[in-house]
């Protein structure tokens, strides 16, 4: 086995693949890792460049789990909670994991044992942001994003986006966690603060959110439940990986 890489559990790895490299070949080994139930939902999609997103995807995700435990990737196992969130079974160490594609981009964050989201975002310039933010956002966010200068509204727009995706995606609920129970507070600053509804009986100390822009044109955030640790020591490390090829 080659040597485990070290991730701390106050730490999520990143890894992000531009799926516009991926050759066909490299497709075929991709395809060789994917379990019989993979195959068949990969041949269910309509269009080629959504089948190959999803190889690329399930690659990912195999390959990437397999760098931090002694566990071939074709070896690996999932099920879905109640609201579709996928989760190892049978992992001999509590490995976690979400993933998000968008445009040309799939991205994995992976920890130990703590709930973790990741949302990436192609930031289409066709999108009326303000129609959008009107039906999804909560008050506060949209007063902060209606109060900024128009060439600033897009960007903002999808930094509330993806950081309310990736606190729903943390915590399994997606969106029936209720868009009206959580409100982001951004500004100037690098600061992200979040309230909850007393329903949620969540507690924003539990949490660290960040917010990334890997590459032009994407927006992407990441939710962690820190818990008990201190925020201090969180860290995040980023990786660009062709699985199989390096
Ligand atoms: C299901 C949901 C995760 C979809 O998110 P998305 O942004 O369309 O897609 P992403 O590419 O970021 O994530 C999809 C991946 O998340 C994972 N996922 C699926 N359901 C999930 C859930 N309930 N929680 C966490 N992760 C989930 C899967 O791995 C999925 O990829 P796969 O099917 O290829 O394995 C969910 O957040 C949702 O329904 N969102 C609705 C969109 C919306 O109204 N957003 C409002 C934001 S203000």
Not at 4 to 28: F, G, M, Q, R, Y
Not at 155 to 181: C, P
Request: aromatic share 12%.
């Amino acid at each position: 086995m080659s040597e485990v890489l070290p991730l701390a559990d106050n730490e999520v790895h990143i890894w992000s693949v531009d799926t516009s490299c991926v050759s066909p070949e490299l497709i075929a080994g991709y395809r060789a890792l994917m379990s019989a139930q993979e195959l068949e939902r990969n041949g269910r999609y309509r269009f080629e460049h959504s089948r190959h997103t999803d190889c690329v995807a399930r690659a990912l995700v195999r390959t990437v789990l397999s760098r931090y435990v002694d566990k071939a990737p074709t070896e690996w196992t999932f099920a879905k909670g109640e609201h579709g969130k996928p989760e190892l079974t049978h992992s001999p160490q509590p490995l976690r994991f979400n993933l998000s594609h968008s445009g040309d981009y799939v991205v994995c964050a992976v920890s130990w044992q703590k709930d973790v989201g990741l949302d990436i975002e192609y930031i289409e310039r066709k999108n009326d942001v303000l129609a959008i933010a009107d039906r999804f956002f909560s008050k506060p966010e949209l007063t902060d994003l209606f109060a900024l200068p128009s060439a600033r509204q897009e960007d903002r727009f999808f930094d509330y986006w993806t950081l309310k995706e990736a606190y729903m995606k943390a915590h399994g609920q997606g969106i029936s966690l209720g868009l009206g129970n959580f409100s982001f507070k951004l500004d100037d600053s690098d600061a992200i603060g979040v309230s909850f509804a007393d329903k949620l009986e969540d507690n924003p100390a539990d949490w660290c959110f960040r917010l990334f822009y890997p590459v032009p044109k994407y927006s992407m955030a990441l939710a962690f439940r820190i818990g008990d640790e201190n925020p201090q020591r969180f860290s995040v490390r980023q990786f660009s990986t062709i699985p199989l090829q390096g």
